[in-house]
């Protein structure tokens, strides 16, 4: 079964840092991983998408790295600002199992001014 | 383009009672799956339905079931509520039901059982 874990559960970082959020994955037989931003009491935004096959996806500040071998994905922000506070949730899409996506529990973002 | 639009957003339900919510997709998506979002248990898949037939379906009690209709949109129903059932339910659709394709997610609905 399937299971993702994202490390650190919180992180609380002073604007402007670049930063990078975990996510791990226990089977490496994935058809793609996709990176979700979701603000309090709200639905998910979808950020980033990478297909298996894929190394790496880049949006804006935003660059999301994959490496399935090891099970391991990471979503870099450049330049962080107040208005990335949010938790940031991984969710990858596997070859076997039914379920549509398994998420990470997530990590809660603070970006102090 | 119109977003995932899910109704109502908010819902408080008494025990014992069924509940009934909506997710219109995407225009032009087939796909539509619906998950549950608690504090404890992160979001869990419940469903998945394409061209109106349950595709895939997680693990949880009978009491939760749901439908497409031919213009897409889906209903899911959960009868008899416990008060573990609060919770914010969200739906996503795709363009179709094959991996590869990624999800665009509604902005739920916020669920509360007393």
């Known amino acids: 079964k399937q299971e993702v874990t994202q490390i650190p559960a919180a992180l609380s970082v002073p604007e402007g840092e670049n930063l990078v959020l975990n996510c791990s994955f226990t089977?490496?037989?994935?058809?793609?991983l996709q990176w979700f931003r979701q603000d309090p009491g709200k639905g998910l935004t979808s950020l980033l998408l990478?297909?298996?096959?894929?190394r790496e996806q880049t949006s804006g500040r935003l660059n999301a790295s994959l490496d399935k071998s090891s099970g391991r994905s990471t979503l870099y922000i450049a330049a962080s600002q107040p208005g990335d506070s949010a938790t940031y949730l991984c969710?990858?899409?596997?070859?076997?199992?039914?379920?549509?996506?398994?998420f990470g529990k997530g990590t809660k973002l603070t970006v102090n001014p | 383009k119109a977003g995932v639009t899910q109704t109502p957003r908010y819902l408080i339900k008494t025990r014992g009672q069924q509940v009934t919510l909506s997710c219109s997709p995407i225009s032009g998506h087939r796909s539509v799956s619906w998950y549950q979002q608690t504090p404890g248990q992160g979001l869990q898949f419940l469903f998945e339905?394409?061209?109106?037939?349950?595709?895939n379906k997680g693990n949880f009690p009978g009491r939760f079931s749901g439908r497409q209709f031919s213009n897409s949109r889906s209903e899911m129903n959960v009868s008899t509520l416990e008060l573990g059932d609060s919770a914010l339910y969200l739906c996503?659709?795709?363009?179709?039901?094959?991996?590869?394709?990624?999800?665009?997610f509604g902005s739920g609905t916020r669920l509360t059982v007393v």
């Open positions: 990478i297909q298996s096959s894929q």
């Open positions: 996503a659709s795709s363009f179709v039901a094959e991996p590869g394709y990624g999800y665009t």
């Open positions: 339905y394409f061209s109106e037939t349950q595709r």
């Open positions: 969710a990858v899409s596997s070859q076997g199992g039914s379920e549509k996506l398994v």
């Open positions: 089977d490496s037989a994935i058809y793609n």
